[in-house]
């Protein structure tokens, strides 16, 4: 890694969604990793990025306000990461109420899915606490499983008897996600782009035509560099980058104990300088 090469993480997740750290301590990891550049990317959520930016300001590292919408129309799923956007603007805030409303709604339906198809029952103090939490979801329901010995793992229980469960409707589609992002001042990109529902692979043709549309929703980067792909995978997004004229972001997708990621476990750090369509995504923050 060459002198003056930032270290940099676009994608994780704190307790306000499905991951282990605080939002405060993931800002304090995020110091002693000695990361520059960051963002918070909690799913349907921008709770995080208040009370993140001032801590982040102190300590004089470059903090992203960022979230994480989880995304479906006829041609499959998304996520669409939103950057830079105010989060206390009406705009974002409309797309996180809708989101939030819909995750509600789904874990209502996996508990009843999970009585009613395997009989797996939990007490409901245990229900109450999980429908408190900012934004709940299949980690949690997996460990209540573990917990009450319905499931060895949170793995096994989200593959084997969670994901069982299928929705049709209960997303937020990808463009109403990018004018939310975009109506709030931010950047729209697509997260981990060639990963669709499940084991799915997203290449080739199928890959293009996701992008073509999603552009002419307003989408302008992908995340080239993320912990779970190849070297192959992140050469193809770059060339997908140069193709479209799109930005590229660098995460990890980190979740804590979540997890098996490490925070800045990206592959950007095989690369000898930062690659010119991220230097230029991160140019457009650090000007304002």
Do not use: W
């Amino acid at each position: 890694m060459t002198d003056g090469f930032y270290k940099i993480d676009l994608h994780m997740h704190t307790t306000v969604s499905d991951g282990t750290d605080s939002p405060e301590q993931i800002a304090e990891k995020v110091y002693s990793e000695k990361i520059n550049i960051f963002s918070v990317t909690d799913h349907d959520a921008v709770k995080a990025s208040r009370i993140i930016a001032p801590i982040a300001e102190e300590k004089g590292i470059l903090f992203i306000p960022g979230a994480e919408f989880s995304c479906k129309d006829g041609e499959g799923k998304y996520h669409v990461l939103g950057y830079g956007f105010d989060p206390e603007s009406e705009s974002i805030g409309k797309v996180v109420e809708h989101s939030h409303e819909l995750r509600m709604k789904k874990v209502v339906s996996r508990l009843d899915f999970l009585k009613s198809q395997f009989g797996f029952e939990f007490p409901q103090e245990e229900i109450s606490k999980l429908m408190r939490l900012d934004n709940p979801g299949k980690p949690h329901i997996g460990n209540l499983m573990v917990k009450y010995g319905y499931a060895e793992s949170k793995e096994q229980a989200i593959t084997e008897f969670i994901n069982k469960k299928h929705f049709e409707d209960e997303y937020v589609k990808p463009e109403e996600a990018i004018s939310g992002i975009i109506g709030g001042g931010g950047k729209a990109v697509l997260a981990h782009p060639f990963f669709g529902s499940g084991d799915e692979l997203i290449l080739g043709e199928d890959m293009e035509k996701r992008i073509l549309k999603l552009k002419e929703y307003g989408l302008c980067g992908i995340e080239a560099f993320y912990s779970g792909f190849t070297v192959k995978l992140t050469s193809e997004a770059l060339l997908l980058a140069e193709k479209y004229d799109l930005y590229v972001t660098a995460g990890s997708d980190y979740h804590g104990e979540n997890k098996l990621i490490k925070l800045g476990d990206n592959g950007l750090d095989a690369q000898k300088e930062i690659p010119e369509r991220l230097r230029r995504f991160i140019e457009l923050f650090e000007k304002k």
